[in-house]
């Protein structure tokens, strides 16, 4: 039916299931679907030529607007962290709390840097970060179909604004959720806003954001993309949801991590740098 599902990366423990979703949500039309995603490493990309793209904290850590103590020190939670973030012999609750102290780390270390919001655009200017191929068509898809994309991000939402701002993709149906930088009158650094969003709390996340799911009530069918486990509950605000089609990024680890995977999405898709499956899945569904 899609022929894109055939493409070596895509594994799917029921396919059966998925061409029901995908059915039911052809005959409900366009009109009632709306696309959630996570931004690091589903959006953009994990590797380029060998070498690993950086997440929105990255693009700054790597920035000249970070001390080389600093940088060492950033990199050492990374190296801490990281291991701990893709280790599937541990739990979601023993994870959780090292998720928090991992994040609130690193936005203290950043607070001190005293970034200037200004330089900002020059920091995402002169970074590695890529999305992933395709985005084009994915972004312009969805608005020219006026289809709403939420972008549910643990990164860092002003980062993201300008990576998508300056590949000329942040359009209007777009919506982000994420951890946004609080600055003082003179454009400077001084916390991070609201409650913050780790990677295991996206279920919270959604849920203390009632408004928008309630202004897309006419929009029950879901496409949703992510590249970890703590993705799935990123549609958790969604209200009176009736298909669900979740697509996940498996991007490392990938022996320890696949039946995981596949038991939590209905479609995986291994070491798969594009949005070449997203695009053939939504030119079905629009
Ligand atoms: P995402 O929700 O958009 O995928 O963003 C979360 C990613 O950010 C997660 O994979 C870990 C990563 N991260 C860093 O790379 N450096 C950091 O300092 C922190 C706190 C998170
Ligand atoms: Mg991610």
Redesign the pocket.
């Known amino acids: 039916m899609i022929l894109e599902l055939s493409n070596p990366s895509v594994c799917m423990k029921d396919p059966d299931r998925v061409q029901e979703v995908l059915q039911s949500m052809v005959k409900a039309g366009s009109n009632t679907l709306q696309v959630i995603s996570?931004?690091?490493?589903?959006l953009t990309r994990f590797e380029f030529n060998g070498k690993r793209c950086p997440?929105?904290?990255?693009i700054l850590?790597n920035s000249i607007l970070i001390s080389a103590d600093c940088k060492q020190k950033?990199k050492g939670?990374?190296d801490t962290?990281?291991p701990i973030?893709i280790d599937s012999s541990r739990s979601v609750e023993e994870k959780l709390p090292l998720m928090v102290e991992?994040?609130t780390k690193?936005?203290e270390l950043l607070v001190e840097q005293k970034i200037r919001k200004d330089r900002l655009s020059v920091a995402v200017r002169e970074s590695d970060a890529m999305l992933r191929e395709g985005y084009q068509l994915f972004f312009d898809h969805l608005h020219q179909h006026s289809i709403p994309l939420l972008i549910?991000?643990?990164?860092i939402g002003d980062i993201?604004e300008e990576v998508i701002r300056q590949a000329g993709v942040f359009h209007p149906n777009v919506n982000v959720f994420?951890n946004y930088m609080d600055f003082d009158e003179s454009g400077v650094l001084t916390a991070f806003k609201g409650e913050l969003?780790?990677?295991y709390n996206k279920r919270e996340g959604a849920l203390l954001n009632t408004g928008h799911f309630q202004e897309l009530r006419t929009r029950p069918n879901v496409l949703l993309m992510g590249?970890?486990l703590g993705?799935l509950n990123m549609a958790d605000g969604v209200q009176d949801m009736e298909n669900i089609l979740k697509v996940g990024f498996l991007n490392d680890k990938v022996e320890e991590r696949k039946q995981s995977y596949l038991d939590a999405y209905d479609i995986v898709l291994i070491k798969d740098e594009t949005l070449e499956v997203p695009n053939a899945l939504l030119h079905y569904l629009t």
């Open positions: 996570d931004f690091d490493m589903t997440t929105c904290h990255n850590d950033l939670l990374l962290y990281y973030e991992w994040w690193a936005h549910f991000s643990a990164g993201l994420s969003i780790h990677i590249d970890s993705d």
